[in-house]
């Protein structure tokens, strides 16, 4: 057996077999452990580096520096942040000599075939410590070129966010570089600049440049960020102000440069037709307050001016939410169309786009709020919990994350909130899912802008199931239990891509095409589970039958090439590039399979056509998983190896599906179902799940071998690993509703038993 915790600091030591608290200790645990952190909002510079489609900072010199001449260095600066110790790979495709330095170790240094070769890409191991990593890009420039491209491997997964250094730049997202050079700056003998330091400090002129000249600063606030319209055009501008207790009314006062709305709390407090100034008293209220204000420019001018009084004492005005590298306190975004009429609850916020419109006043996309400095955005960022080269997150906060293992947690969040009636547990649920939808259209549009998203990584830049099945199931399961529309702005989208763009074999089944990858031309069990649920639960929320029907179709393809007979379980992958399976019977595998086959069955008509071949591929499979299961109650890492370790996971989704079985009639508990359901589920609380709700024995995200041994030994266990988290919760509401389901049944037979004597 294999041991994860002494038994006296088990759950079940503690709360025996009441499923309640084992699930209140889970869910709380998690929500305590993953507190509601926004996204983080950051000013960039959009004449900085940017990214390209693959994550990579493009770190093209020669665009950057046309000055610089051959033999000429420059320097690229940034910080990383890491809240513990974590690795990952980095990529490093060199355009010229570079030279790579972290925490002023140099880790890479290219050479004359990685200079010369298109295309040249290195793999550089990066262990990052925890709080801040300075690194630092040397590049020389030669006829072949000058600078590189750099970034994490798989960096929708494993983000890599780049945090400006220096005092001034605190806070600012991006790089910095040099201009040209003559000579190194870095040659062994000087360190690097003290990033805490003012940059005039070093020496050096830091870009892109995020403070106003002079002559700029005289400008009026519009036309310094946005120039002079030739057609008029509108801009708002976003402020905050803190009212101090006890005033009766403010004052405000100022001037403008052409027709002015101002609101404040979304009540308008003044209108002006033309330029102007205007002296207005309103209300106090008391708190915190927000100020909107519409000012409309044309060839004479644009710009406005509001000052805030309370009892004669001028009012500090203060940016209208926390922006880290922010300079002043008003947020901007134009040029706008000035006809469109201004509704202030929807333009105060930082989820909404707005409707751009050029100097000549033509629809020119959209556009978002800007900062009073140069070129400088506002951008949210996604900087909670950064995965490692094994998956894990450490202490960091998952909340707004997109991937597929929180889509399960997610899940597992709401099925349990419902189970236990906690509006709590849902409301988290609801936000961590909302944090992502409703930033949706502003992701793309950040990706489009800025290269690559800096939220939403994954749903942005769908190219396999994992990119959107799971957590889109999640996202539809929070629709079906609300009834809020909300939840199905981007379901449309992810069957789009399931039922028309996503990858097939000849007869229709799913796989993994990949090109130039590992795993290309590959099949995986996961890939039910990343299809199926999210299909039947789109089908629930549209009435979309053909989804229903794919989904069966998939489990039906998926089994031909992957179950083995003998054994009565699936191998993990089939490899096209070799023409077979890899039969290896990997537990979670198994478990994402026949999970996601018991809720095809709940929602699938008995008289469809597949139900019968879905019905009894499900009977097979719980009768090969069955067989298998060891004397704790849990099965194997790799199901057929008696030496593989007894992994948590694939037992919490067997339990959940033997439970469902033996539920909706599917599995005779006579045959042993429930008994092995029951016996997975105490194995779990005895061993795997500890009385503070931490969960153990779940394997890290998995790749995929021929050998056994790659998944026995290579793939070790984590505690509290996102893949295992919510799957818990769900098997412990199964096994609650299956014991409950035969109470009832008890209670009727009894009762049934009874009246029969008395009659």
Known sequence: MTAYMEPRESAHYWFGDDERRILEVLSGRYAGANPPVPFALRAFAKSGVLQTREGQYDMDLSAKLPEAADGDYAYVYGLVW????????????????????????????????????????????????????????????????????FGADEAKVRIMQVLAPFAGREGSAGWVFTGPMKSQLFDGERGFPDFKQAEEETGITWLPRVKWKEEELKLPNCERLFGRPVQPAAAYGWSGLSVPAGADTLMLEGSVLGPTVIWLDGRKVAELEAAGSYRTEVPAGSGSRQLLVRSIGGSGGWGFEVNVYSGGRLLPLELPAAVHGGEGAWLYAGPLDPAVETDPAAVCTMDALYAAVDSEGRAAGHTYWMVDAPQSALRPYYENAMLSNKWTTGSATNYGRWDYPLGVTMYGLLRTARELDRKDLEDYALGHIRSCT?????????????????????????????????????MLEAYLQTGDDHFLRIADVIADFMLCRLERREDGAFYRLCPGDYAADTMWADDLYMSAPFLIRYAAATGNREALDEAGRQFLHYKRYLFMEQEGVMSHVFDFKYGKATRVPWGRGNGWCLFSLSE????????????????????????????????????????????????????????????????????????????????????????????????????????????????????????????????????????????????????????????????
């Not at 790579?100 to 990066?126: F, H």
């Open 82 to 149: 890491s809240d513990d110790e974590r690795s990952i790979d980095g990529i490093m495709e060199p355009l010229g000599p570079v030279r790579l330095y972290v925490n002023e170790e140099q880790l890479y240094r290219s050479n004359a075939v990685d200079e010369m070769k298109p295309g040249a890409r290195a793999v550089i191991p990066l262990l990052l410590r925890k709080g801040w990593n300075a690194v630092l890009v040397e590049a020389r420039k030669t006829e072949a070129g000058f600078g590189c491209r």
């Open 438 to 474: 409703d930033m949706y259209e502003y992701s793309l549009w950040d990706r489009d802008q800025y290269g690559f998203p800096s939220v939403n990584h994954q749903l942005v830049l769908i190219k396999m199931l994992d990119n959107c099945g799971s957590f889109g199931s999640a």
């Open 600 to 759: 095809l069955l709940e929602k699938l008509p008995d008289d469809h056509q597949d139900w019968e071949a879905l019905l009894s591929m499900f009977r097979e499979l719980c009768a090969g998983v069955a067989a298998l299961q060891a004397d704790s109650g849990l099965w194997r890492q790799v199901l057929n190896q008696p030496d593989a370790y007894e992994e948590a996971s694939c037992t919490a989704m067997f339990a959940y599906a033997f439970a469902r079985g033996v539920r909706f009639g599917w599995l005779k508990g006579e045959d042993g179902y429930a008994a092995a359901a029951l016996k997975a589920w105490k194995g779990l609380t005895g061993g795997a799940i500890d009385r503070q709700g931490n969960v153990h024995g779940v394997c890290s995200g998995s790749r995929y071998s021929f050998a056994p041994d790659y998944y026995m030994y290579d793939l070790r266990t984590v505690v509290n690993d996102n893949h295992g988290i919510g799957i818990m919760m769900l098997a412990g509401v199964e096994i609650r509703r299956m014991k409950s389901a035969a109470a009832r049944d008890e209670q009727g037979a009894e009762e049934r038993a009874e009246h029969s004597d008395a009659n």
